[in-house]
């Protein structure tokens, strides 16, 4: 079992940045596929950036040039660097992690209970 504790979410003007974390208890971390997904009230659960074993990244449309996910493997952590944020980008942001040495599926089975974003225009 994977645990994943998401931190780092807050309210913000448009314009500014935030840095979500991911802190996961994964034994093998490097092995994960990781994407950060996000939920906006009434809205389905979209997924927002990955980024795979090989640390190759892909993002959503909506948030590319903006958002930045690294992965730190000698700290186990996540990261979501989000510059330019707009209204539109408020949400629950979560971190999933895919099991081990699987492709991204976008269907990841371990999830963090999620951290709130919240952008004022």
């Known amino acids: 079992q994977v645990q994943l504790v998401e931190s780092g979410g807050g309210s913000v003007q448009s314009g500014g940045s935030l840095r979500l974390s991911c802190q996961t208890s994964a034994y093998s971390f490097q092995t994960h596929c990781l994407t950060w997904f996000r939920q906006s009230p009434g809205k389905e659960r979209v997924g927002v950036a990955t980024?795979?074993?090989?640390?190759?990244?892909t993002y959503a449309g909506s948030v590319k040039g903006r958002f930045s996910i690294s992965r730190d493997n000698s700290k186990n952590t996540l990261y979501l660097q989000m510059n330019s944020l707009k209204p539109e980008d408020t949400a629950m942001y979560y971190c999933?992690?895919?099991?081990?040495?699987?492709?991204?599926?976008?269907?990841?089975?371990?999830w963090g209970q999620g951290t709130q974003v919240t952008v004022s225009s």
């Open positions: 980024i795979e074993i090989d640390e190759v990244t």
């Open positions: 999933a992690a895919d099991r081990p040495f699987q492709h991204c599926s976008g269907s990841p089975p371990y």
